[in-house]
């Protein structure tokens, strides 16, 4: 539904159509920098920002008055939208040549539902069952434009990619519960400490040494270009899936002995005191959230720790599990429990897109970057605020009154 | 000299049931009525410990205790202990479901069963009452029930039930948190329902009574039983909290065995051991104590967790039996990290009158419980109290034990040093003027020392108790 | 403190008479309130200090600096704590601090090169717990589902959470287990494919002895006939030559009699010569077995009752009480263990008061939880022990040791004071 108004929004919008200049004044535009033009003037022409400033706009030409705030569009730095089960590959492990790009579809819902939310850039990311799950994307969530197209190596050392079991009749294997508890029929039940799985590793250091010694067979070969070998040539960053801080230690001992940079995604407890250090010395960014209304306090205390310390945050979407118009709510949770407004905002949008590696054309309001941006009736972190149009590379590609048609 | 005569024979003191008196039925296996109990050192419970003490047991009773040259010794009794041992008066286990056949009760509401009839006499468990020292055991149903069993007190020694009885009849258990099947609303629900039936039963009693029907049906109850007093005339409904107008028009021995011990409850004339297996269930407790008028002989059996109702506990001023473990161990919720609290200490310092207990499988006896409660904190004579005299005030036979004093029966336990060091050993139990155990017999302690299969038993060591007698019984047939 | 941004942790304990300590988390704040003079330098003034050395000082004290014990006798100066007496830190083989299933690598039945470096979880509570509990170093081992489980580590319980901060010695034991555990959950090919290695895993007692024993076979044959065998199975044979050679000690779980007599029979088989025995619960049955092969032991806390309960086997195995005793007059090398509980009569200096229970004597109660350790994992030079030179490892006591009615008020590791015993302001 939501696909197709917004295919009439485009069409009908007075403004945006491709190869036309023209500007919008708002009452308030935010920069990369966090700073704030009052009674800014945003000039896009073909799709790209070609001038910033204060004041007076040109009388030449069509122009949007906007009274409220624009604010780059927002990126998410992780979300399966439009992959959902083509982003879960059960059949292997090791599966670092998969690539992402391959896996969306770019007129999914999905995406619709994430512009109304004001992203406008997502990270798609294979679904952390694998210790290696294959190379994520930068993907626009209005026509399926992509940003790029090998973003990061998706790794995991969450206990998710350990030994999993695959879906299989139950007359095989019998069934084991979340619990680890056989609901296998005949004999005895047998209850198992933690979980059983029936793939290797099935263990932390199974996955520590297998990965380990494909990195080491990949990095000996100069002139690779697989994603292995470029992620341990430092080309290619990788996205680390890690959760609990034994798992965060772990991955970034491993991102440190193999000289890897990136991101870690997780790290609940990040603002551990004896974590914190591994991680700031690791140089790793790290993707946080979503956030849930009753998360612990103590998770939402890591962005705040994290931005004291210097640690680059960028926020996961993780939809379709997530609804979009929760990535703002995680956000703001994160500014009520003592993280910087401002810094928030940056995470939301130009760190973000450093995380993601994009940095060079989006996240921010700047002259060349793509035409991207968000009108909100107010500030975006204020949870009343309303998003009342986006528009993706210069066009209009979700409007609130045209939606409420 | 062979005791002769023997007043409160079983029987008897099965009559005298609700009464609540000071009857003790006596153990009926004594052989002598003198014993001379000599130690290095008394620790009286009672006053400071005598160095070089003697105590004189005539009839099952303290007839003397004091130092060895003040102590007028009877020529012809015989002599237990001697300088090398610390006597101490016999532990009081202030609740356990341990030595019974089954513990619980299928039938949610089963106040009108005894406890008695579910004992087994030669159940490890008081075996091993014995080989700790514990001489004075509280026998009550298990906790997965609504209304339990009516308990008994028991000594744990002889081979029948008869035999072992201190107190027949004694109290009634009730739970609040929820038996198998219910939740903590049906729980409550079935509580409140047991003495709303109990009301509308009465009142219904006293309508047929005033309409003169009924008599047919209470003359079939009175066939072949000889009714006096109360039980003949009827009396006024007594208690505090609720009343049925008319009750004494009925002759007590009209009222229904199934609802009998419900009003003894409501009148105050019987202790409630009420479990509680978490903190919410306290004040559900003591709500429905009060509600039916018997907080005043309300005796909580509190979780390790129930620490953090320990005001509302000692608002109500009743006291508990700390059943879970001294320690409780839980992660904070916010900080992930692991707390513990030392439930007595939070006890005492609400002002609640606590008593210990080992009714947890992994806990061991009384003597470790109180030896580890000072080890974190509480002060000794606190620790031995709650293993003595307040249980013994819980079970009100604060005259009988709970110390060694002239005139309370003459339980006393030998230790080879300090009762509450690691390395002491019960080296004789004395119940009511008897030796009932000897360190030296005790083929089975010499089991859990070296794990030598006693003489006769058949199946492994490390077997249940139980499954080693159910062998012997196969054995034999 | 020399470092307020310590994560070290002041570990509290409620058991003081106060209620505001009542619900204080056993981890409370960082150590910045603490009136340590900026040298890290402590004085325990003991009634007795018990150094598992030899030695019993009346009215001693023990001299910590720079995070060593720098002098054991009379006198010293400087923050002085007085305590009723002092033992070294505990050494516990057993504190099962794990990250369960996921210690364990379950594609083979025997992991030799696994590390349980690589699997550890020093962020667990239950490393504070084992601290406060008086535990300062720990053999961590991964879990029972293996044969061979992998490489152990020996580490300190507290300091900063990394492996660097923390290991004593990496890879310091083998860890193995015979009986049913490394085979509960295998199963019989039934229906449909083998999809999974569980199948091909033993499911009984004997087929565990069986891998156990064909993996050293093999390493022996490799090397004696010069086999060539790929990479993977090298680095295997080469740990178990290592054990045989008796570089590496293995610690072997057995906890019933046939177990006990199976992993003796193996250690005579092959020649091992440092094999250690863990959660021996029937080793007092093999009396003759024990002093022949010359097994160190640990054993599991002691139950009420004596009786161990196996879920595995659906059985119930019985340790007496008498055990630690006995096999010390056998003349076997005997430690204790906590298993790292939160009931706090399985805590492991509550051990060390039942096997006096049991007959053994103090001072060798004593070194069951401090130096008879530390020697099975070759770390007594470091820690087990009140010697000048070795670690600040110390606990504090208010009262005679191991007796349930003292309690542990102070534990120092590596100097640091991370439980203090003085009352709370």
């Given at each position: 539904m939501f696909a197709f108004l917004s295919w009439v929004a485009l069409a009908a919008s007075p403004v945006g159509l491709d190869g036309d200049a023209f500007q919008i004044k708002a009452k308030e535009v935010v920069l990369a920098d966090g700073s704030r033009i009052a009674d800014g003037v945003v000039v896009v022409t073909d799709g790209k920002i070609t001038r910033v400033g204060a004041g007076d706009a040109d009388p030449n030409l069509p122009t949007l008055e906007h009274d409220g705030v624009l604010t780059a569009g927002l990126i998410a730095c992780q979300t399966r939208s439009g992959g959902a089960s083509e982003t879960v590959d059960v059949t292997r492990p090791f599966l670092s040549d998969a690539r992402l790009v391959y896996a969306f579809d770019p007129s999914h819902s999905d995406f619709d539902k994430a512009l109304a939310a004001g992203i406008t850039s997502v990270v798609l990311t294979p679904a952390d069952i694998n210790v290696a799950g294959g190379v994520t994307a930068v993907v626009k969530t209005a026509g399926g434009a992509i940003v790029a197209r090998e973003a990061h190596l998706a790794l995991s050392f969450s206990a998710q990619a350990l030994g999993y079991s695959a879906p299989r009749p139950r007359f095989i294997f019998g069934s084991v519960d979340a619990n680890g508890t056989s609901m296998d029929e005949g004999g005895p039940e047998v209850t198992y400490v933690g979980r059983r799985g029936t793939r290797a590793p099935t263990s932390y250091g199974g996955a520590v040494r297998a990965l380990g010694a494909r990195f080491e067979e990949a990095g000996a070969d100069a002139n690779s270009e697989r994603p292995l070998a470029r992620a341990a040539h430092g080309d290619l960053p990788v996205f680390f899936e890690a959760w609990s801080r034994n798992e965060v230690a772990r991955a970034v001992g491993f991102a440190q002995k193999h000289a890897l940079q990136g991101a870690l995604r997780g790290a609940t407890l990040a603002s551990d005191p004896g974590l914190l250090p591994q991680i700031v010395a690791s140089g790793l960014a790290v993707v946080v959230g979503p956030f849930r209304t009753g998360h612990a306090r103590r998770s939402l205390d890591a962005v705040r720790a994290l931005q004291d310390a210097g640690v680059k945050v960028g926020f996961a979407l993780d939809a379709p599990e997530n609804d979009p118009q929760a990535f703002r709510l995680s956000a703001a949770m994160a500014v009520g429990s003592g993280a910087d407004r401002t810094a928030v905002l940056q995470s939301l949008t130009n760190v973000a897109a450093e995380i993601a590696g994009v940095d060079a054309r989006v996240g921010s309001i700047e002259r060349g970057k793509d035409a991207d941006f968000v009108l909100w009736s107010g500030d975006p972190l204020n949870l009343t605020s309303r998003v009342e149009a986006v528009y993706v590379d210069g066009a209009l590609a979700w409007s609130a009154d045209r939606s409420a048609d | 000299m062979k005791r002769t005569l023997n007043l409160t024979?079983?029987?008897?003191?099965?009559?005298?049931?609700?009464?609540?008196?000071?009857?003790?039925?006596?153990?009926?296996?004594?052989?002598?009525?003198?014993?001379?109990?000599?130690?290095?050192?008394?620790?009286?419970?009672?006053?400071?410990?005598?160095?070089?003490?003697?105590?004189?047991?005539?009839?099952?009773?303290?007839?003397?205790?004091?130092?060895?040259?003040?102590?007028?010794?009877?020529?012809?009794?015989?002599?237990?202990?001697?300088?090398?041992?610390?006597?101490?008066?016999?532990?009081?286990?202030?609740?356990?479901?341990?030595?019974?056949?089954?513990?619980?009760?299928?039938?949610?509401?089963?106040?009108?069963?005894?406890?008695?009839?579910?004992?087994?006499?030669?159940?490890?468990?008081?075996?091993?009452?014995?080989?700790?020292?514990?001489?004075?055991?509280?026998?009550?149903?298990?906790?997965?029930?609504?209304?339990?069993?009516?308990?008994?007190?028991?000594?744990?020694?002889?081979?029948?039930?008869?035999?072992?009885?201190?107190?027949?009849?004694?109290?009634?258990?009730?739970?609040?948190?929820?038996?198998?099947?219910?939740?903590?609303?049906?729980?409550?629900?079935?509580?409140?329902?047991?003495?709303?039936?109990?009301?509308?039963?009465?009142?219904?009693?006293?309508?047929?009574e005033r309409d003169e029907r009924g008599h047919a049906e209470r003359e079939a109850l009175f066939q072949g039983r000889e009714l006096e007093g109360e039980e003949a005339e009827g009396r006024e409904m007594g208690g505090t909290a609720w009343k049925v107008d008319g009750l004494e028009l009925i002759p007590r021995g009209a009222i229904d065995e199934k609802q009998a011990p419900l009003l003894d409850i409501v009148e105050g004339k019987r202790t409630c051991f009420v479990q509680c297996a978490g903190a919410v269930d306290v004040p559900h407790a003591l709500e429905l104590a009060r509600q039916n008028g018997f907080l005043a002989r309300t005796v909580l059996v509190i979780s390790t967790d129930c620490w953090r109702a320990a005001d509302r506990i000692a608002e109500a001023g009743v006291p508990v039996i700390l059943e879970g473990g001294l320690v409780d161990v839980r992660r904070n919720p916010v900080t992930g990290e692991e707390e513990e609290t030392f439930v007595p200490e939070v006890l005492a310092a609400a002002g609640v009158r606590f008593a210990l207990s080992s009714e947890n499988p992994a806990q061991r006896s009384l003597w470790y419980q109180a030896a580890m409660a000072v080890g974190h904190g509480l002060a000794r004579d606190a620790a031995l109290d709650a293993v003595t005299r307040v249980p013994a005030e819980i079970l009100g036979l604060a005259h009988e034990v709970g110390s060694l004093e002239v005139g309370k029966l003459g339980n006393v336990v030998l230790f080879s040093g300090d009762p509450l060091s690691v390395t002491s050993w019960v080296e004789h139990v004395v119940v009511e003027g008897d030796e009932v155990y000897s360190r030296a017999d005790d083929v089975r302690n010499k089991q859990l020392l070296d794990g030598t299969q006693p003489q006769g038993t058949t199946g492994g060591v490390a077997e249940q108790p139980g499954d080693a007698s159910k062998s012997d019984e196969e054995e034999g047939k | 403190m020399k470092n307020p941004d310590s994560p070290m942790m002041n570990l509290t304990k409620t058991r003081r008479p106060s209620l505001a300590l009542l619900a204080l988390a056993v981890a409370a704040a960082p150590t910045t309130a603490m009136a340590n003079d900026d040298d890290g330098r402590w004085v325990i003034s003991a009634d007795a200090v018990y150094t598992a050395a030899g030695d019993v000082l009346e009215g001693g004290t023990v001299v910590v600096a720079d995070g060593k014990i720098v002098a054991v006798g009379p006198g010293g100066s400087g923050n002085v704590l007085e305590v009723a007496a002092v033992t070294p830190g505990f050494v516990d083989l057993a504190v099962r601090i794990d990250t369960d299933a996921y210690s364990v690598e379950q594609s083979t039945e025997a992991s030799f090169t696994s590390s349980i470096d690589d699997s550890l979880d020093l962020f667990s509570y239950r490393w504070k717990r084992a601290l406060a509990s008086g535990v300062t170093t720990a053999l961590a081992t991964p879990s029972d589902m293996n044969v061979i489980g992998g490489l152990c580590t020996v580490l300190k319980t507290g300091g900063a959470p990394t492996l660097e901060a923390r290991t004593l010695v990496s890879g310091a034991a083998l860890r193995a287990c015979l009986g049913p555990q490394p085979s509960a959950g295998n199963q019989a090919p039934r229906l449909g494919p083998a999809a999974t290695f569980y199948y091909r895993r033993p499911t009984t007692r004997m087929g565990v002895e069986w891998v156990f024993r064909k993996s050293f076979y093999d390493a022996i044959n490799a090397k004696r006939f010069g086999l060539d065998v790929a990479s993977e199975d090298a680095a295997q044979n080469a740990v178990a030559l290592r054990v045989i050679d008796g570089e590496l000690p293995i610690i072997v779980k057995t906890q019933a009699t046939q177990d006990v007599r199976t992993a003796i029979y193996l250690k005579e088989e092959f020649g091992i010569p440092r094999m250690i025995l863990d959660d021996a619960v029937e080793a007092w049955k093999e009396p003759e077995l024990l002093r022949r092969s010359g097994v160190a032991v640990v054993l599991p806390p002691a139950p009420k009752d004596g009786r161990v309960r196996d879920d595995y086997a659906n059985d119930n195995y019985f340790l007496a009480l008498e055990s630690a005793a006995t096999l010390k007059e056998l003349g076997v090398l005997v430690a204790l263990s906590g298993h790292g509980s939160s009931d706090p009569e399985s805590r492991i200096a509550n051990q060390a008061g039942f096997a006096m229970r049991g007959g053994m004597s103090f001072e060798d109660a004593l070194a069951a939880v401090t130096i008879n350790p530390a020697k099975m994992m070759g770390v007594d030079d470091r820690v087990g022990s009140i010697e000048v030179g070795k670690d600040a490892d110390l606990v504090l006591w208010n009262g005679t040791p191991f007796e349930p009615t003292s309690a542990i008020i102070g534990v120092l590791l590596n100097g640091e004071l991370v439980v203090d015993p003085r009352p709370a302001e």
């Open positions: - | 024979v079983p029987l008897l003191a099965a009559f005298t049931l609700a009464s609540a008196g000071a009857t003790i039925a006596s153990a009926g296996s004594a052989t002598d009525d003198k014993l001379v109990v000599e130690a290095g050192k008394i620790i009286t419970q009672a006053g400071d410990p005598i160095e070089d003490g003697v105590i004189v047991i005539e009839n099952g009773r303290i007839v003397a205790i004091g130092k060895a040259d003040d102590v007028e010794k009877p020529w012809d009794a015989p002599v237990v202990g001697g300088p090398d041992f610390v006597a101490f008066p016999g532990f009081v286990e202030a609740h356990t479901s341990n030595g019974l056949d089954r513990a619980n009760e299928n039938l949610d509401v089963a106040p009108f069963l005894d406890i008695k009839d579910s004992i087994d006499p030669v159940a490890f468990y008081f075996e091993d009452c014995l080989r700790y020292g514990v001489t004075t055991v509280n026998v009550q149903h298990g906790a997965n029930c609504v209304i339990g069993a009516q308990g008994m007190i028991v000594r744990p020694t002889g081979m029948t039930v008869d035999a072992m009885t201190v107190r027949p009849s004694f109290g009634l258990k009730m739970s609040t948190g929820p038996k198998q099947g219910k939740s903590r609303a049906t729980q409550m629900q079935a509580l409140r329902d047991a003495f709303n039936e109990l009301r509308m039963y009465l009142a219904e009693l006293v309508e047929e | -």
